[in-house]
């Protein structure tokens, strides 16, 4: 009986150490002023990133199996980064592929090309016939390119990275007011348990 009253108090103390693990300014950041989130209702999970970054290649696959067990309350959104000039390259290619409805067939596989295949799409050409090379009009592309709605998407996400008071990618956001990454937390997988805890965090407010 005393063995089975140990094993349940280590496990509760576990539970509440991991509960308390987490702090604010050590695992996470608090944002001094709060982001306007675009989720409606729901927490908003925004993650971002650059597609030209490694360390945002090498999460895809664990933050992919991760969004799997979403809660039904929160929504992952994804953001391309922009920091400079040299950044909007990469961003504009996200905008592109969202505006061709292309996103849930090409996001991965531009990341792969990239990282595992060398390729730098030094020109708009290059990414348009890599596009093209999948069976898609370069026409449609062309037009996605040059469209006012990526331009604009563009530069709203050149503001909009300013915002979070971040200095490089990836990072997550939990509803407009907390961000983490590998850094703050210890390693990917551990960003996305602080994730999960300021997801848990934003659930006891609504």
């Known amino acids: 009986m005393k063995k089975i009253l140990f094993t349940l108090l280590v496990a509760f103390s576990s539970l509440t150490t991991f509960a308390q693990d987490y ?36 999460l ?26 040299r950044w909007k390259k990469g961003a504009i290619f996200y905008f592109v592929l969202e505006e061709l409805d292309l996103l849930g067939k090409l996001h991965g596989p531009l990341f792969s090309a990239i990282h595992t295949k060398n390729k730098n799409f030094n020109s708009k050409e290059n990414f348009i016939d890599w ?15 040059n469209s006012f709605t990526v331009r604009i998407k563009l530069n709203k996400a050149t503001l909009n990275s300013t915002q979070y008071k971040i200095m490089g990618v990836p990072v997550i956001v939990v509803n ?15 960003m996305l348990k602080v994730v999960d805890f300021l997801i848990k965090k934003e659930s006891k407010l609504e």
């Open 23 to 58: 702090e604010a300014g050590i695992d996470y950041i608090v944002l001094d002023k709060p982001v306007k989130t675009t989720t409606g209702d729901k927490i908003e999970v925004r993650e971002l990133f650059w597609y030209y970054c490694p360390h945002c290649y090498n």
């Open 176 to 190: 407009g007011k907390y961000w983490t990454d590998a850094t703050h937390a210890g390693s990917h997988t551990d």
């Open 131 to 145: 596009v093209v090379s999948f069976g898609i009009s370069r026409e449609k592309v062309e037009k996605a390119f």
């Open 60 to 85: 895809e696959s664990t933050l992919n199996a991760w969004l799997k067990k979403l809660p039904a309350n929160a929504e992952f959104v994804s953001q391309p980064a922009v920091f400079s000039k």
